[in-house]
């Protein structure tokens, strides 16, 4: 099963291949503001995607859009509620 490791604390999570990366934090009690509950509504799951993210596929255009929004974007920012975990990766939770 896929590892995510998340900055800045740290911590590590082995989670189910193919689930979110939000619902993977939230099933093991790591925080990861998500005020539309996951509905591609809001950009408050933005997470930048540090280590593993060339083996994701990337965003797909509503997602973009979104992030375009994001005060600091970066080229790997993701929305962790529209992110699949495939493989192992490490994400920092910006503040
Ligand atoms: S939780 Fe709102 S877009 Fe991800």
Redesign the pocket.
């Known amino acids: 099963m896929p590892i995510v490791t998340f900055l800045p604390s740290g911590r590590k999570i082995e989670v189910e291949k193919g689930v979110t990366l ?1 619902q993977a934090a939230l099933d093991h009690g790591v925080e990861i ?13 933005h997470v930048i995607v540090r280590k593993g993210g060339w083996w994701l596929p990337g965003p797909a255009p509503d997602e973009e859009d ?1 992030l375009d929004a994001v005060v600091g974007v970066q080229s790997n920012s993701r ?4 992110l699949r975990v495939t493989r192992n990766i490490t994400v920092e939770i910006p503040s």
């Open positions: 939000l503001e998500h005020s539309c509950g996951g509905n591609l509504a809001c950009t408050t799951c979104l929305l962790a509620c529209q």
